[in-house]
């Protein structure tokens, strides 16, 4: 457990926090800068947060921004019901209430020092893996050779086009890919799967970290078999229906793992003989 899941404070009781800046990043994603009005949010890569709404209610949001950065953190919404409905008319100035952050599964930031690590992202997949990408770019130094892999259904559908640009330049080895043509894309076109052979390094000494829809796990997983990947080298987000964040309600149960407390990041090692997990 992360020491700052160890600090005493009441789980249940949302926090104030305010909007700094919103974003439509597409038909569906909202993006939201939140800062805490309060004591500042503590979290590292791969947790999440409950975001609430007065008389709507709260839903569980990952968190995107690396924790490097001081002045707050970063989600993006999804809009698929009353919830997020109700986040994407917030505006600039608007108030929530935060609880959080949760997650006792989490990226391995210390454990990777040193390491190749392989990111394949699918969709809004990338939304949390994107947390950890940005806190290596911020201690470049620690890791080794970083690779980067995106994938997105449609031109329209793709997140965070300008930092992608900034990602091309940086010092990873950068690719991204949508599912099929458009006259507005110049760049590979596929499933995410048709970017792996673009990865440069040792696939047996590298750790890969997985994020996306379900039916993609099961491709990347079938090719990162095939290619003699060490199952305690993959880690999964299996960011499952989450509700209450603190194993209460139940939700998110796979056989005997709570995805809210156990996760969302598990060791794809921990899983294989969990038939709900995949």
Known sequence: ????????KDIFL??????????????????LHISMDEAPLNYVPGQFVEVSIPGFGEAPISISSSPTQADGFEIVVRKI????NKIHQLKAGDKVGIRGAFGNGVYPVEDAKGKDLVFICGGIGLVPQRSFINHILDSREDYGQVTVLVGTKDYDQRLFHEELEIWQN???????????????????VGVVTTLIPEIKSDFADSVFFICGPPIMYKFVLMTLNEKNVPHENIFLNLERKMKCGVGKCGHCQMNDKYVCMEGPVFNYADLKNVPEAI
């Open 1 to 8: 457990m992360c020491d700052c899941c160890l600090v005493e």
């Open 81 to 84: 019901g009353n919830v997020t």
């Open 170 to 188: 940086a010092d990873i080895n950068f690719h991204e890919t949508i599912d099929g043509p458009d006259e507005r894309w110049d760049g590979n």
């Open 14 to 31: 949302p926090q104030p926090a305010t909007v700094n800046e919103t974003k439509q990043m597409n038909a569906t994603e909202m993006y």
